[in-house]
């Protein structure tokens, strides 16, 4: 196994594939729509939704794609759509077009697809609506608000038959993706224990004051599907993850990719059991989650992962900030975005490998060559029915996790979890926290 060189595009791509094989569904990818009815040889044309933070990762990505060119932006808030639309010129040479309101690009026959960056409350809305319109989805982690969005989500990508992908891009390190494929050829002997982690110095958000909405945002639609609420002036651009009504908290913000990463490494789906702990200790404010969280996820007597978020408290954990660790019956491996490394069963350093660009985990906007990787996956998907490294059916197995973690947070006892699908086992309490309520005429439908 080569561990000290850089796989090119060529190679990562066919590595990608050997790799996921029997692990990475693909859809229904065979004669992908793009084919179908333009060639495979133009560009796939991009609308962007949601440039602050996260979005403008996405631009980068998509600029530096030569299979893909960015139609359109999309904010609802004008400076941040006027920035998105400057940035985007520079990145690419050429000026896309600028929308306020999504529904409108998805009219424009010429959008191949939708990359969703926009806060979490709207992701399966506006996934669902790009879907009816024949377009193909990038959608950032988490996939859903909500475990019955992320149903909703994985029946409509069946129906309408498009090319989708989940923003979880550790899926395409090579790294990550040739320790894992020797995880499952017994590296470590049999895997059953992933301890997952994440800790961050994220200040107080303080107590929010109502304050007339801020003239170049759009409030309204700003809150889409979540039924309405006043503007308080300590919650948008970013604080809106740490409150219920729009976000999943840390263990759904950032859990995502390292549950993800264990379940990946582990080979498993639902758990039977979930557990959660913890609470919002470190400050005094409005933050809703918690900012300290211990949960817990067994499998059927199998294996059990745990998740450690710290909100507010850096100090790291096998002297990283985020990270995965997977323990079998022959030794361990630690990773994370920047490499792995691999221990025997004495517990002796015997492999290594860095990444071949070191980031910054913690990094909120997260743009990297992981990014680029994933999201070019992602076009490569569209046009020639490439396999997806995370497609939706995965990313919502993870997703879920991060949503029974919170559930059991909530209620404050251990949920009992149908292994086949997910679903929540005599607990109608729990039970309603499993869909939301939406603003009259948003609701989405298949």
């Known amino acids: 196994m080569q561990t000290n060189d850089s796989l090119d595009r060529r190679d990562f791509l066919k590595a990608a594939s050997l790799a996921g094989a029997g692990l990475w569904a693909s859809g229904a990818l065979s004669a992908p729509a793009f084919a179908r009815t333009r060639s495979a040889n133009e560009r796939v044309r991009v609308a962007v939704m949601g440039l602050h933070g996260r979005g403008g990762a996405h631009l980068e990505s998509y600029a530096k794609d030569p299979n893909a060119e960015i139609a359109y932006v999309v904010d609802v808030d004008s400076q941040v759509l006027a920035r998105g639309l400057s940035d985007a010129e520079r990145l690419q040479g050429k000026r896309p077009r600028g929308a306020e309101d999504f529904r409108r690009v998805l009219e424009d026959p010429n959008v191949d697809a939708l990359s969703i960056a926009a806060p979490d409350h709207w992701h399966v809305p506006a996934a669902v ?8 989805v990038y959608v950032e982690k988490p996939l859903s608000f909500d475990p019955a969005e992320g149903e909703l989500l994985v029946r409509a990508q069946e129906k309408y038959g498009k090319v989708m992908q989940m923003g979880n ?10 320790v894992i494929q020797a995880i499952h050829e017994g590296l470590i002997g049999r895997p059953y224990y992933a301890r997952t982690w994440y800790a961050n110095h994220r200040g107080p958000i303080g107590h929010g004051k109502r304050t007339a909405v801020p003239t170049s945002l759009n409030y309204d639609l700003w809150q889409g599907p979540a039924p309405r609420v006043p503007y308080f002036d300590n919650r948008i651009p970013y604080n809106w993850h740490w409150f219920y ?3 999943t908290g840390e263990i759904a ?14 080979g498993l789906d639902y758990p039977t059991r979930a557990t959660s702990s913890g609470g919002r200790y470190a400050f005094d404010d409005d933050w809703e989650f918690t900012d300290t969280q211990d949960a817990s996820f067994d ?13 507010c408290n850096g100090f790291p954990v096998e002297g990283r900030g985020r990270g ?3 323990h079998g019956t022959g030794g361990t491996v630690v990773m994370d975005r920047n490499g792995y490394e691999v221990y025997d069963e004495d517990n002796k350093l015997v492999k290594k490998r860095a990444g071949e660009e070191q980031v910054n985990g913690l990094d909120t906007r997260g743009g990297d060559r992981m990014t680029d990787r994933h999201i070019a996956n992602f076009i490569d998907g569209v046009r020639t029915g490439a396999k997806l490294h995370s497609p939706i059916s995965e990313g919502f197995k993870s997703t879920m996790l991060t949503h029974l973690g919170n559930i059991a947070q909530r209620t404050g006892r251990a949920l009992k979890v149908d292994p086949s ?3 929540l086992l005599d607990d109608p309490e729990a039970m309603r926290y499993w869909a939301r309520e939406y603003e009259p005429g948003w609701e989405p439908t298949l």
Do not use: V
């Open 169 to 178: 891009q550790q899926r395409s390190d090579p790294p990550s993706i040739e």
């Open 421 to 423: 699908n997910g679903h």
């Open 324 to 326: 995965t660790s997977i």
């Open 245 to 247: 009504h729009w976000g």
């Open 253 to 266: 913000n950032n859990g995502t990719h390292e549950l993800d990463i264990a379940r990946w490494a582990l």
């Open 129 to 136: 609506l790009a879907l009816k319109a024949g377009k193909h």
């Open 299 to 311: 499998f059927d007597g199998k294996a059990t992962i745990i998740w450690t978020g710290r909100s």
